[in-house]
C-alpha cells in the first residue's frame, strides 16, 4: 500500500486497471485466481470477512478507528460474484487507506469509486492478457468464457469489449455483445415466451458504436428492451437453439447492416434463462461462425425483409 503511494503519489493518479495488475503482482496471485485463495490473501492483510444477509446489495465494508476491516458479502450468492464482491471491496478499502494515509484528497464521489472497484475486480479476475488469448481463441464464446473465468455472462461481454478496444495492431477486433435476461422466479418457468426476455446488458467495442446508436436502424437493443418480433433473438427462442446470419447471406437483400450476428440461447437447469446475441464485421465474422460451428446453429438469411 505505501508503496503504491510512493511510486504514485496520490491514490487519484493510479488507474483501477494499474492498481490491480500491481495488487496481483504484490500478493503473488495465480491467474485464474479461485475463491478460497481471494478468502486467504484478504485474510492474510488482517480483512475479516462476513456472509450476511443484506437486501439489495451484494457487499459493503465497515472498519473501527485502528481496527482492521470487515468486508460483508450477500448470503448463498454463487462463487463468481462472491469473488466479484470480495475485490470490488478490497479495493475500496484499499483507497479508503490510501486516501487516509495520502493527502485525504477525498478523490471522487461514490459512483466513480464503484466504477472503479468494478474495473479493479475484473482486471484481477479476467487478467489482461490471458484473458484475451482465451477471448481470441474460444471465438469470442461467452459461454465458454463464463465457466473458465467464473465470472458473470455481463462482466465477461464488459471485460472483452474494453480489453478489445485497447488493441491497436492488426489482432484488433470489433465485437458487440447484447444479453437478454428473463424475467421472473425461474421456479414458475414452464412456456418459452419471447416476451419475457428484455436486454440485460449492451457492451460494444468504439468500431460498432454507429450500429449501438440507431444510425442502421437501431441494429442494437438498448438495455431494458425486449425481444423484437421477427429478430434473429425471437427466432432463437422460439427455435431453442442457436441462430447464425452468417457471412454467406445476400447483403444486399438486407435492411440491417452487413454484421454476422450468433443468437445463443442459454439454458439453465434444463430452461431458457438468457440469451447472448454477439455481431461481429464480415472481415470478422469467421469467429463467430467458427464459435457457431461447434453448436450446429440453424442458419438463417433474410427473404424479402423477413429473416427465415
Ligand atoms: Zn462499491
Not at 88 to 116: F, I, N, Q, W
Not at 132 to 148: K, M, N, R
Not at 170 to 192: F, I, K, M, N, T
Request: proline share 5%.
Amino acid at each position: 500500500m505505501k508503496s503504491l503511494i510512493q511510486k504514485y503519489g496520490s491514490p487519484c493518479a493510479i488507474s483501477a486497471e494499474a492498481m490491480a495488475d500491481e495488487w496481483v503482482l504484490h500478493s503473488g496471485l495465480s491467474a485464474l485466481p479461485c475463491l478460497s485463495e481471494i478468502h486467504g490473501k484478504l485474510q492474510s492483510y488482517g480483512l475479516s470477512l462476513e456472509q450476511a444477509t443484506i437486501p439489495g446489495l451484494r457487499g459493503h465494508h465497515y472498519w473501527y478507528r485502528d481496527d482492521d476491516p470487515t468486508i460483508v458479502y450477500q448470503d448463498g450468492e454463487w462463487r463468481g460474484a462472491v469473488e466479484f464482491t470480495l475485490l470490488h471491496e478490497l479495493y475500496e478499502v484499499m483507497l479508503g487507506k490510501l486516501g487516509a494515509t495520502a493527502s485525504g484528497d477525498g478523490c471522487s464521489p461514490d459512483a466513480d469509486v464503484c466504477r472503479g472497484a468494478n474495473q479493479f475486480a475484473a482486471a484481477v479476475l479476467m487478467q489482461k492478457d490471458i484473458f484475451l488469448q482465451a477471448l481470441y481463441q474460444s471465438h469470442f464464446d461467452i459461454v465458454w468464457l463464463h465457466q473458465h473465468f467464473c465470472c458473470s455472462y455481463s462482466a465477461i461481454a464488459i471485460r472483452a469489449v474494453h480489453l478489445l478496444d485497447q488493441v491497436e495492431d492488426a489482432s484488433r477486433r470489433d465485437l458487440a455483445c447484447v444479453l437478454y435476461q428473463r424475467r421472473g422466479d425461474p421456479q414458475s418457468w414452464h412456456e418459452c415466451d419471447p416476451a419475457d426476455f428484455y436486454v440485460d446488458c449492451v457492451a460494444c467495442t468504439s468500431g460498432l458504436l454507429p450500429w449501438s446508436e440507431g444510425q442502421t436502424g437501431g441494429l442494437l437493443p438498448r438495455r431494458g428492451d425486449g425481444v423484437s418480433p421477427g429478430s434473429i433473438v425471437e427466432l432463437s427462442l422460439k427455435a431453442g437453439r442457436p441462430v447464425l446470419l452468417g457471412t454467406t447471406r445476400a447483403s444486399a437483400a438486407s435492411p440491417i447492416a452487413n454484421l454476422v450476428l450468433l443468437s445463443r440461447p442459454v439454458l439453465w437447469f434444463g430452461h431458457l434463462s438468457k440469451v447472448i446475441l454477439q455481431g461481429m464485421t464480415p472481415e470478422d465474422g469467421h469467429a463467430l461462425e467458427a464459435q457457431a460451428g461447434r453448436l450446429q446453429p440453424r442458419p438463417i438469411t433474410y427473404s424479402g425483409s423477413r429473416l427465415t
